[in-house]
């Protein structure tokens, strides 16, 4: 699976909007001014790469990016809507709980004790059903046994 650049917030997956990539080609990484400016927005590759989570992010960045005349260019998102449902109402410790939950099905810490009770509810509600199957058991094999008692007869 290509790298996933979703965040957590609060315990929930945010999933990014887009990222822009610098194209300066004097590209300094340290350029203290650029930085600063940048600060607030998510970044990776050397601050060579900035991912926005909102089209308002992505207004920003591409607003400081001209004011510095830094070409740029955007590549889209478009996560699927069974990705997006899957974390849904659920709640990560961290990011890295969210990316083996997607990736690898590993189930999240605060989903832990919700399927426990679940799963509990179900052996509780077949376990409540053994009496009445023993009762119907028993019942068998009594007709068994009368219908043996008039084949013997015979």
Known sequence: MATLHISVA?????FPYCVIERQDK?????DIFVHDALELFHRESNNKKIICYSSDEKDQVIKILNSFNINHTI???NYSATL?????GIKYASRSEAIKHIEEDAEPKSQIIPNLEKRLQASEAKS???????????SAEKELKAVKGIVAIK
């Open 26 to 30: 004097n590209y300094d990484e340290y």
């Open 128 to 138: 409540a059903l053994i009496p009445d199957l023993i009762a119907r058991l028993e």
């Open 84 to 88: 997006k449902k899957k974390t849904q």
């Open 10 to 14: 609060d315990g929930m997956v945010k």
């Open 75 to 77: 590549e889209y998102f």
